[in-house]
């Protein structure tokens, strides 16, 4: 068993300390606040993930660093530089393999399924980003400086999933207490959901397999499914009547824009609720050996998780 480093305690870095955990690994957990589960073999550490000395400090005699940050929307552009640099010199200084959490963003707006080996050129300032970020870290894996591998995923849901959610805050206690869903976008497309218990599996699968390095791969997301056909299966595994999803109007999305941040943000996001936005998993799933949750079973995990917050 390894020390292993987890940047991020947030719905995915928790869950990614727990599965290490269980493993029987040495981890150390690092946020600003010193948050996270309370297991054995866990250790927070409250600590800047921006500061280079500290997490190279840090990092120091682990087998792998995952990047699992999640700076706020509207925050990207300021804060995700000092914070991809500061990791990915972290990994640099003491040789552990660099697992950096990713997204589609990178992707432009598709028209067609999103492979890994499609063009990175995006729509969005953030997904600019996010762009740079993976591109920084190739060159460094490219000059044999450290071991980086990015992996993706669609949008997230399950338990611990909450306001950056769309199946989060917003749609499970809504719908839980039979009140009607307002969508961003049209309920009716195909869209990818990433069940965020498969993102950690995924996550320390490409850690611990050499075959990852070098490269993005998608996390093993199951079936597109709309968000009228995820409202009404969740409410039949709940046992509830469904209240139904309504469309919030464009403007109002953009008029509420102005006094949230979130909303604000996705409006350059907009493309992927207005179009299929799907996501092909399939070199991850036949090269590692995963195989994504069943979604019957992750939306009952769902709906027990919000039952008992």
């Given amino acids: 068993m390894g020390k292993h480093v987890v940047a991020g305690a947030g719905q995915v870095g928790s869950q990614v300390a727990r599965l290490l955990a269980e493993q029987g690994h040495e981890v150390v957990l690092v946020s600003r606040s010193g948050s996270g589960p309370d297991l054995p073999g866990v250790r927070k550490v409250a600590a800047d993930a921006a500061d280079r000395e500290r997490m190279a400090h840090l990092t120091r005699g682990a087998g792998t660093l995952y990047n699992c940050v999640n700076p706020s929307y509207h ?10 640099g500061s990791l990915l010199a972290a990994a640099e200084t003491t040789g552990a393999g660099y697992v950096i959490l990713g997204n589609l ?4 707006a598709p028209d067609r399924p999103m492979r890994e080996d499609d063009p990175l050129t995006p729509p969005s300032v953030k997904g600019a980003v996010r762009v740079r970020m993976w591109r920084e870290a190739l060159a460094a894996h490219a000059a ?3 071991r980086v591998t990015e992996v993706r995923g669609s949008d997230y849901f399950g338990p611990g999933c909450r306001d950056q959610s769309h199946l989060g805050d917003r749609f499970v206690p809504r719908l839980l207490g039979g009140r009607p869903v ?7 497309l195909p869209h990818s959901w990433t069940y965020v218990p498969d993102v950690a599996r995924a996550l320390v699968a490409a850690a611990a397999d050499d075959r990852s390095w070098g490269r993005a791969w998608h996390i093993p997301t199951g079936e597109p499914m709309t968000v009228r056909r995820i409202a009404d299966r969740l409410c039949a ?7 139904g999803v309504k469309v919030m109007p464009h403007w109002l999305v953009r008029t509420a824009g ?3 941040p979130l909303l604000g943000e996705l409006e350059e996001l907009r493309y992927q609720f207005v179009r299929p936005f799907v996501l092909d ?6 090269t590692f050996g995963l195989a994504p949750t069943p979604m019957d079973e992750a939306l009952a995990a769902t709906v027990a998780w919000w039952r008992a917050v």
């Fill in 75 to 84: 925050r990207w552009a300021r804060d995700w530089p000092p914070l991809a």
């Fill in 105 to 108: 963003y990178v992707y432009a």
């Fill in 144 to 146: 044999g400086r450290v």
């Fill in 182 to 188: 307002r969508h961003l976008g049209d309920p009716d």
């Fill in 237 to 243: 595994l709940a046992g509830v009547p469904n209240p």
């Fill in 258 to 260: 102005a006094f949230s």
């Fill in 281 to 286: 998993s399939t070199a991850f799933r036949h």
